[in-house]
């Protein structure tokens, strides 16, 4: 099959929610009191591991309790973190830095390497994970999982940020999938006139979702935050052109209702599209499975493509993942290396996908007849992965997310222009590289 020599380059698959729930103040799923990673009455060894709080089906909590019911010597419990990705790293990064007993096995964002290995809180995996094993896993994943010449984590799940739609009205005012923004604002023009719905639904909040968002509309029109040098090029024409044109949707086109610029979950702005009420939809892989439950009003009606370009321009989809790491201050690094290795099978991470859950990262997935004939939009996505996009990599990403959320945010709110936005925080930018 065509895609599957694709996976075996690196295209990554998608799908599960980008996002996790807040920290638990010591307190398991199952409400055990958390042990931190201490031997308990019968022994074994407590692990304590972060987790998404959108769990489709349950299969991930499953998952778990499998794990405990197979091993003796170690039992895990999960740690929940907040649903904002922005307040998931600052809660990650507080319990590191305080070396909580609370957290041994870290849910790692693609975008924390550089900023978590330079920092010292995760322990290097290449005695581990080792490059034997790492030719099982989807390549891209794996080399966005290196950073200074180490492994730091295993990629446990993909995810990428495409353009989910309408499949039916498009099809009712025999409209194409559009290809550019252009022709994307007049589609959904005509059609939020005539139906009633949003043109777009967006998560505009301050929140790494923004960053995300406009990263696309960023490499749509041929920018980026730094050139091949590391220069900043935050406030180049085409940047300025493409935050330009995402506030001239929610001011002069109108396809995005300002009430966006509050979203600062992709629930926010998923929610609208899945209840019928919107026609294009940015967001992560989840959207699949919870538009088909038996109870969407959607269901059977809408299905992906990348996001558009611009004339002339490339189409941009955000690289999203989360990975699993060993915090450095465990006592038990054996024993979480063993629970990552086990939850990052291709047997666990089939029955996961096989119930509902996440999609893994094992490119046996891929080849799987009974996993693709279950999960018909994976083929799909390969070509949305010819597009896929990576926010910057930098030692410190979060301070950058942070000044750039803040600057945009102001531009989209009309407090400041495009330019004045872009050249304040490039000037910010450069004060964080001196």
Same mark, same amino acid.
């Given at each position: ?42 022994? /074994? ?158 998560? @505009? ?58 979203? /600062? ?27 088909? /439950? ?8 809408? @299905? ?37 290795? @086990? ?92």
């Amino acid at each position: 099959m065509k895609g599957n020599v694709a996976l075996r380059v690196g295209i990554v698959c998608i799908t599960a929610i980008f996002l996790v729930s807040a920290c638990s103040s010591g307190t398991s799923d199952s409400g055990e009191k958390a042990n931190g990673g201490s031997e308990g009455n019968s022994g /074994a060894v407590t692990l304590h591991m972060a987790k998404l709080e959108s769990d489709p089906n349950g299969m991930m909590e499953d998952a778990r309790q499998r794990f405990n019911e197979e091993h003796e010597d170690i039992k895990v419990e999960f740690v929940e973190m907040s649903n904002n990705a922005s307040e998931m790293h600052d809660q990650t990064v507080t319990q590191l830095t305080a070396e909580s007993d609370n957290l041994d096995i870290v849910n790692l964002d693609v975008v924390w390497v550089a900023e978590f290995a330079e920092a010292g809180w995760l322990k290097p995996l290449d005695d581990m994970f080792t490059e034997d094993m790492q030719s099982n896993y989807i390549a891209r994943q794996v080399d966005a999982m290196k950073y200074d010449d180490n492994i730091w984590a295993v990629p446990w799940f993909n995810d990428l940020h495409p353009m989910w739609y309408r499949e039916d009205l498009l099809e009712k005012y025999e409209r194409s999938v559009p290809e550019t923004y252009k022709e994307a604002v007049e589609t959904a023009q005509l059609i939020q006139e005539e139906e009633g719905v949003q043109g777009f639904s967006m998560h @505009w909040g301050r929140s790494e979702q923004l960053i995300v968002s406009f990263t696309e509309f960023l490499h749509a029109k041929g920018g980026n935050f730094f050139d091949e040098e590391g220069n900043v090029t935050i406030n180049s024409p085409e940047a300025v052109e493409a935050l330009q044109f995402m506030v001239d949707m929610v001011d002069e086109y109108e396809v995005v209702s300002p009430s966006a610029i509050g979203n /600062a979950t992709p629930d926010d702005a998923r929610i609208p599209f899945t209840q019928g009420q919107a026609l294009f939809h940015p967001n992560w892989g989840y959207v699949y499975s919870v538009n088909q /439950a038996d109870d969407s009003p959607v269901k059977g009606k809408t @299905w992906v493509a990348s996001n558009p370009g611009f004339e002339g321009g490339q189409k941009a989809n955000a690289v999203g993942g989360w990975n699993f790491a060993i915090a450095d201050h465990t006592e038990h690094a054996d024993e979480a290396w063993d629970v990552i290795k @086990w939850f990052t099978t291709f047997e666990n991470q089939k029955t996961v996908l096989m119930g509902g859950g996440q999609v893994g990262t094992h490119l046996d997935l891929y080849e799987d007849e009974e996993v693709l004939e279950a999960n018909r939009y994976l083929e799909e996505y390969l070509t949305v992965f010819d597009d896929a996009s990576v926010r910057p990599t930098h030692p410190q990403y979060a301070q950058l997310s942070d000044m750039a959320q803040s600057h945009i945010h102001e531009a989209l709110n009309g407090d400041v222009s495009p330019q004045e936005a872009l050249d304040a925080l490039a000037s910010e930018i450069k004060g964080l590289n001196d």
